[in-house]
């Protein structure tokens, strides 16, 4: 038995070693193809075409980014909670959300949305090339105007303030350009015009935010409180909105305008909220794009005068039953101080408070007039 069995094993000695002869032939001729077609020069890499240089408009743009990048930060929030088990109260952080902010000066101030951090307690400030955020306080905000305040303590040489714009003369058409954190995506940047102005949002008090700016520059969640800026690399306003049915970008985005913004975070820096008493009106300035073309003189053009209010009980008028011939009155001086624009009838009601009695020149029928009024409380 013991020879038999040698017998039975010879020959699968011999086609095992056929079969691994085999194998090494075909081994060895695909590695032969494979080199064959690593040295054929048609299966080398293309050359790469020059590119020559960037078209001008390509150019402008990433100036713009490269300029604002740095005064772009993205801002999370979160809450403190506290919890209770069977053994202890603890305290718990409960992340509410997060939004983008702006650099506004070397003093370490941050401009974001109200709205970004009203449900938040602790905040977080990430800025461009730096590993790790930095804690921030809120020193104030205002939700009649979507925005607030907040500041970390960083050397002055480790910010980079926005350069500060002006939203008063802009047309509609110009290059925009909106740089933000959507869906957490940081330093996001996304073009686009100013597709109308003097759009009215609705603040989460209620209250109106008048001489909004409209834009298609793509604007997600995650890009409220971000800088909106002109092709000079300007903030001429503060991204805080879209409309959408499914909150994504549609092409409609509103933003503050840098007018507003600018004596808003005044008044924040130095009281930590804003405390304008109200004169009772809603008017434009006459050389807005919707009244500009009627010619009318400079100041600003009462549509209404509301009723009981301030303007309306020193004898201001409004636009006649509705007349759409801008026959209302047009407020020319706040006491000596001259007005053209919202921002500077804001900011002369900004010295006042409520109680306060100021002098208002007006136009009426081409005559000028003067009267007292007594500023009321906001509603």
């Not at 000066?105 to 938040?120: A, F, L, M, P, W």
Request: glycine share 12%; proline share 5%.
């Amino acid at each position: 038995m013991y020879e038999a069995r040698t017998v039975e094993m010879q020959p699968r000695r011999r086609g095992g070693l056929g079969l691994f002869l085999l194998i090494l032939a075909l081994a060895t001729g695909a590695w032969a193809l494979v080199d064959h077609f690593r040295s054929n020069p048609k299966a080398e890499l293309r050359p790469v075409t020059p590119r020559g240089e960037l078209a001008g408009f390509e150019k402008a743009t990433i100036a713009v980014f490269e300029q604002a990048s740095p005064s772009t930060v993205g801002v999370t929030t979160s809450r403190l909670v506290s919890r209770r088990d069977l053994y202890r109260v603890y305290t718990q952080e409960i992340p509410q959300g997060s939004g983008t902010g702006i650099i506004w000066d070397e003093q370490g101030h941050i401009v974001t949305n109200y709205h970004v951090v009203e449900d938040g307690s602790a905040f977080m400030v990430q800025f461009a090339g730096r590993e790790q955020p930095v804690e921030a306080v809120l020193v104030g905000g205002t939700p009649e105007y979507d925005l607030a305040l907040l500041k970390v303590d960083l050397p002055a040489s480790e910010l980079a303030p926005i350069a500060v714009g002006s939203s008063n003369d802009l047309k509609v058409g110009q290059s925009v350009f909106a740089i933000g954190n959507p869906f957490g995506l940081d330093q996001t940047l996304t073009t686009g015009v100013v597709s109308a102005l003097g759009r009215v949002l609705k603040a989460s008090n209620g209250r109106v935010i008048e001489d909004c700016i409209q834009t298609d520059a793509a604007i997600n969640p995650g890009n409220s409180g971000g800088p909106l800026l002109d092709s000079a690399g300007r903030l001429i306003g503060v991204n805080t909105a879209i409309y959408s049915e499914v909150k994504q970008s549609a092409g409609i985005g509103f933003a503050i305008p840098v007018d507003t913004v600018n004596w808003v975070i005044a008044r924040l820096i130095a009281n930590g909220r804003v405390t304008r008493p109200t004169l009772g009106i809603r008017g434009l300035a006459t050389n807005h794009p919707r009244v500009r073309s009627f010619g009318l003189k400079e100041g600003i053009l009462v549509y209404e005068a509301l009723e009981g209010g301030p303007a309306a009980a020193a004898g201001i008028r409004g636009l006649v039953g509705g007349s759409s011939e801008f026959t209302g009155d047009i407020i020319t001086h706040i006491d000596d101080r001259r007005i053209t624009s919202m921002a500077d009838l804001q900011a002369a009601l900004e010295r006042h408070d409520a109680g306060d009695r100021i002098e208002i020149g007006f136009l009426r029928d081409g005559k000028s007039y003067r009267t007292e009024v007594v500023l009321a409380k906001p509603q």
